[in-house]
């Protein structure tokens, strides 16, 4: 890895690398085509994100493609940035400044629920985390234009869940691990709704009680990304420490 890059940058870099293999080691991907993006903390307004054309599997902290707000490329890179994940991921970060990665996924669960009318149903205690803080944005094709930009905004809002309709799943967090953390939520939440669905049986849905006073819950257990982080490293070094080259 480049040695003239500050610790921050550095740290970013690896926490990336290992959002991105740790996607790919639980079956999020959808080939090459989607992205988790990190601000870099300073003052310039810089992000990482992911060379086009890659698997998530063999990104690398060294790999990862440094940009500015606008999408130039600020780091040597064969590779090129997909314009349709930087129009999502840039209007976030330009609207969330409490936002230091968002994380994108087209999974199979993900897409199925965006395409149901009532999208995600109470009924399950993963579905409760998602539903106090969710949102939803309506279809508009493929995200190239950059107009759409401003209604990804304001449907987005302060949430923390994204329900992207007809398209996929997206997360934001503070943190990389926090992002991660919101996506593995919201992904069990998906699976455990198609199963369900797919028993038959009647449904049982949560008191909307309990949805509203899940924030106290959730602060009580500690469920914030960096308790887990760790985890997650240490089963990556396990696996493959390249990610951090």
Request: proline share 5%; net charge negative.
């Amino acid at each position: 890895m480049n040695t003239n890059i500050s610790a921050e940058e550095r740290q970013t870099r690896v926490d990336l690398a290992a959002c991105y293999r740790l996607v790919a080691l639980y079956g999020w991907t959808d080939l090459i085509f989607t992205h988790i993006s990190a601000r870099i903390p300073g003052p310039d307004h810089h992000f990482l994100i992911n060379p086009y054309g890659l698997m998530f599997d063999e990104i690398t902290a060294s790999s990862l493609i440094k940009v500015d707000q606008s999408c130039n490329k600020l780091s040597e890179s064969p590779y090129p940035v997909n314009p349709a994940g930087f129009i999502i991921h840039s209007c976030v970060h330009a609207a969330r400044h409490d936002v230091g990665c968002v994380l994108h996924t087209h999974t199979r669960a993900g897409v199925a629920v965006s395409a149901q009318a009532e999208g995600i149903l109470p009924i399950s205690q993963q579905a409760t985390y998602v539903l106090s803080s969710l949102a939803y944005h309506d279809y508009e094709g493929i995200a190239v234009r950059p107009d759409e930009q401003p209604r990804l905004q304001n449907d987005l809002g302060g949430a923390t869940f994204f329900m992207l309709r007809n398209h996929g799943l997206l997360t934001v967090g503070a943190t990389v691990a926090d992002a991660f953390l919101a996506m593995y939520a919201f992904e069990t939440t998906c699976q455990i709704q198609l199963a369900a669905q797919s028993s038959g049986a009647k449904l049982i849905s949560v008191e909307p009680d309990i949805i509203e006073g899940i924030g106290h819950a959730i602060e009580a257990v500690g469920l914030g990304g960096s308790l887990v982080w760790p985890a997650l490293i240490r089963k990556l070094d396990r696996i493959d420490p390249n990610y951090k080259q």
